[in-house]
């Protein structure tokens, strides 16, 4: 394997396996906010006859009830409990899903250095399709796990050992890298050793905590100069 070189936040020389999420993390979570926190209530308040605002605390109380679970992130879920068609919906906004600054040069640098690259994303398969569609990050990946394939989310501590059965890997030498740190720490408690959080997961949405776990904001900061 190629040895590289490196920087105060991981040595890369140390690293097989790279898991990475993907909304928040490689993509842009503004369209996601957007569709969930006013697309789909101005949907639901006209299909229903009902004022938005009434919508978006109805919806944001139903979206808060699941925080957590599997449900939270399943179109299937949400299509039968607000009776919309929530995978179409997300379709038509499909030209609104942007990749982070410096996402493909990190793709690339991984491709580069001989590293395991794998998707691991609590996004429904209809919404990891449309969002590989609409981006270029299909190929550097050697492959696309979706929390839903397990019946379980990332905050579920079982699911770094069901993935082992899809593609084994060391976790003394993966890397996880999330923005969302429930995750993170379920990783942790698994074993994996090397955990970065991304913080900036829009532009036009506030950082995240990374509660304790090494972090970055620009995917400048964790490739070798």
Not at 3 to 20: A, Y
Request: charged fraction near 25%.
């Amino acid at each position: 394997m190629t040895q590289t070189t490196s920087n105060h936040l991981i040595d890369w020389s140390k690293i097989e396996t790279v898991l990475l999420d993907m909304d928040g993390t490689l993509l842009d979570l503004h369209f996601d906010w957007h569709f969930w926190m006013d697309v789909i209530p101005q949907a639901y308040a006209e299909k229903n006859q009902m004022t938005i605002e009434q919508a978006k605390e109805l919806i944001h109380s139903k979206i808060h009830s699941q925080t957590g679970t599997l449900n939270w992130y399943c179109l299937d879920y949400w299509s039968e409990t607000l009776n919309l068609p929530i995978a179409a919906l997300k379709r038509e906004l499909r030209h609104q899903i942007k990749v982070h600054p410096e996402v493909m040069e990190f793709l690339a640098f991984l491709k580069k250095h001989n590293k395991t690259v794998v998707m691991v994303t609590n996004a429904h398969r209809d919404s990891l399709a449309i969002k590989l569609e609409m981006t270029e990050i299909e190929p550097y990946f050697d492959k696309l796990i979706s929390a839903h394939d397990f019946g379980m989310p990332k905050e579920d501590i079982a699911i770094w050992s069901e993935i082992q059965k899809v593609i084994a890997y060391n976790p003394d030498k993966t890397l996880l890298i999330d923005d969302n740190t429930h995750a993170l720490s379920t990783a942790k408690e698994y074993g994996i050793k090397h955990l970065l959080c991304a913080t900036f997961v829009s532009p036009k949405l506030d950082k995240i905590d990374p509660k304790g776990f090494e972090h970055f904001s620009r995917y400048s900061e964790i490739m070798p100069s």
